[in-house]
């Protein structure tokens, strides 16, 4: 495609629900990142896929945080039983090497 | 740990204004630097960026320059347009770009008044 998407763009969930948060990077590239942006914040790194592989994980705030890239391509970020402090922007990002070029970001909103 | 420290906006100019916004980081490697850009209801884009000390980094007008001995990548332009309103990331990223994790600053918001 021509850029990074992310889907869905906005999600409202109930405290303790579960949420998965798509993302499609641009074809080809190689490595993918999530971020998580709160309000007012620069985007923090949650983790790093190289291929399918994920290499780097050390930015997930908990276990219920989990992010999946099976065949290399699309990724899914999983938020299990999700809680207030996980409202934020999610951010995605996808590279061949250098430039990282971002997805729109789904804003995540738990009441 | 690697961090990036940049001056807290909002900053408000007048069109045609000078603008600079400080950033320094803490690294202690020798890693890439980045401005990144994200304009109202858009994603970040990135805006230049400087891989070793010294380098200079150009886009759309705005510029900076990697100082190792300050630790700095300021973010300066000599006339700001309207257009230029957003907010700018000042960022680094361990080795060598892209293949490694970024760290952003906080963010400075930027409002140019015509």
């Known amino acids: 495609g021509a850029g990074v998407s992310q889907s869905p763009r906005y999600k409202v969930a109930k405290r303790g629900q579960d949420v998965a948060l798509r993302c499609d990077p641009i074809?080809?590239?190689?490595?993918l990142f999530w971020y998580q942006q709160a309000l007012g914040q620069g985007p923090e790194f949650l983790t790093y896929?190289?291929?399918?592989?994920?290499?780097?994980k050390s930015g997930l705030p908990s276990d219920r945080f989990f992010a999946e890239r099976p065949e290399g391509s699309v990724s899914t970020l999983k938020i299990q039983r999700t809680q207030q402090e996980d409202s934020a922007v999610y951010l995605c990002?996808?590279?061949?090497?250098?430039?990282?070029?971002f997805g729109p970001g789904t804003r995540l909103t738990v009441l | 740990g690697n961090s990036v420290t940049q001056m807290e906006g909002p900053v408000t100019l007048s069109e045609e204004a000078f603008l600079t916004i400080n950033c320094t980081y803490t690294?202690?490697?020798?890693?890439?630097l980045f401005w990144y850009v994200q304009y109202p209801g858009e994603g970040l884009q990135l805006l230049l960026k400087?891989?070793?000390?010294?380098d200079k980094g150009s886009n759309k007008g705005f510029e900076a320059t990697y100082r190792k001995e300050t630790t700095s990548f300021h973010l300066e332009k000599g006339s700001v347009q309207v257009s230029d309103s957003a907010v700018y990331f000042c960022a680094l990223s361990d080795g060598n770009t892209g293949g490694f994790k970024t760290i952003f600053g906080a963010g400075t918001r930027l409002f140019v008044k015509a």
């Open positions: 990002a996808s590279t061949p090497r250098g430039e990282q070029f």
């Open positions: 896929f190289q291929n399918e592989a994920q290499l780097d």
């Open positions: 074809s080809g590239h190689v490595s």
């Open positions: 400087a891989t070793k000390a010294d």
């Open positions: 690294a202690t490697g020798y890693p890439s």
